[in-house]
Protein backbone atom coordinates (compact mmCIF):
# COMPACT_ATOMS: atom_id res chain seq x y z
CA UNK A 1 0.00 0.00 0.00
CA UNK A 2 1.23 3.13 -0.79
CA UNK A 3 2.16 5.19 2.05
CA UNK A 4 0.89 8.21 -0.02
CA UNK A 5 -2.47 7.65 1.93
CA UNK A 6 -1.43 6.73 5.27
CA UNK A 7 -5.14 5.65 6.75
CA UNK A 8 -5.88 3.94 3.39
CA UNK A 9 -6.86 0.17 2.95
CA UNK A 10 -6.86 -2.28 0.18
CA UNK A 11 -10.05 -2.72 0.45
CA UNK A 12 -13.72 -0.89 -0.06
CA UNK A 13 -15.49 0.79 2.65
CA UNK A 14 -18.93 -1.16 2.49
CA UNK A 15 -21.63 0.81 4.35
CA UNK A 16 -25.68 0.68 4.82
CA UNK A 17 -26.14 4.81 4.13
CA UNK A 18 -29.05 6.51 4.68
CA UNK A 19 -30.29 9.57 3.02
CA UNK A 20 -27.39 12.76 3.73
CA UNK A 21 -24.53 14.55 2.32
CA UNK A 22 -21.30 12.99 3.34
CA UNK A 23 -17.81 14.26 2.79
CA UNK A 24 -15.36 11.13 1.91
CA UNK A 25 -11.92 11.54 2.50
CA UNK A 26 -9.29 11.90 -0.36
CA UNK A 27 -6.32 12.71 1.25
CA UNK A 28 -6.26 9.60 3.48
CA UNK A 29 -4.96 11.22 6.87
CA UNK A 30 -8.46 11.08 8.22
CA UNK A 31 -8.81 9.31 11.68
CA UNK A 32 -12.99 8.93 10.45
CA UNK A 33 -12.71 6.72 7.63
CA UNK A 34 -13.57 7.00 5.19
CA UNK A 35 -14.88 9.82 5.86
CA UNK A 36 -13.50 13.49 6.53
CA UNK A 37 -12.59 15.20 9.62
CA UNK A 38 -10.71 18.23 8.72
CA UNK A 39 -6.94 16.73 8.19
CA UNK A 40 -6.73 17.57 4.59
CA UNK A 41 -6.17 21.27 6.23
CA UNK A 42 -2.34 20.15 6.75
CA UNK A 43 -1.58 18.53 3.15
CA UNK A 44 -4.06 20.86 1.27
CA UNK A 45 -6.66 18.86 -0.27
CA UNK A 46 -10.26 18.65 -0.04
CA UNK A 47 -12.73 15.70 0.52
CA UNK A 48 -15.50 15.15 -2.20
CA UNK A 49 -18.90 15.85 -1.26
CA UNK A 50 -21.64 13.19 -1.91
CA UNK A 51 -24.80 13.12 -1.36
CA UNK A 52 -27.11 10.27 -1.54
CA UNK A 53 -30.94 10.47 -2.20
CA UNK A 54 -31.89 7.08 -0.89
CA UNK A 55 -31.16 4.58 1.75
CA UNK A 56 -28.59 2.07 0.03
CA UNK A 57 -25.21 -0.19 0.63
CA UNK A 58 -22.10 2.09 -0.61
CA UNK A 59 -18.89 0.51 -0.77
CA UNK A 60 -17.01 4.04 -0.11
CA UNK A 61 -12.95 3.09 -1.89
CA UNK A 62 -10.63 2.49 0.77
CA UNK A 63 -6.95 2.62 -1.02
CA UNK A 64 -7.75 6.40 -2.53
CA UNK A 65 -6.70 5.32 -6.23
CA UNK A 66 -10.07 4.42 -7.52
CA UNK A 67 -10.94 6.53 -11.02
CA UNK A 68 -14.51 6.31 -9.82
CA UNK A 69 -14.13 8.41 -6.38
CA UNK A 70 -15.33 8.25 -4.18
CA UNK A 71 -16.93 4.91 -5.38
CA UNK A 72 -14.56 1.74 -4.91
CA UNK A 73 -13.69 0.42 -8.82
CA UNK A 74 -10.79 -2.46 -7.67
CA UNK A 75 -8.11 -1.07 -8.41
CA UNK A 76 -7.32 -1.64 -4.39
CA UNK A 77 -6.62 -5.35 -5.94
CA UNK A 78 -3.66 -3.86 -7.99
CA UNK A 79 -2.29 -2.76 -4.78
CA UNK A 80 -2.74 -6.30 -3.21
CA UNK A 81 -1.66 -8.01 -6.29
CA UNK A 82 1.88 -5.75 -5.82
CA UNK A 83 2.51 -6.86 -2.28
CA UNK A 84 2.57 -10.27 -2.89
CA UNK A 85 4.99 -10.17 -5.61
Partial sequence: ???KFPHAQNAPFVMEMKPGRYAWCSCGESQKQPF???S?????????IEVITETKTVAWC???????????DGTHKKWADKEKN
Fill in 1 to 3: MSK
Fill in 36 to 38: CDG
Fill in 40 to 48: HEKVGMRPI
Fill in 62 to 72: GCKSSEKKPYC
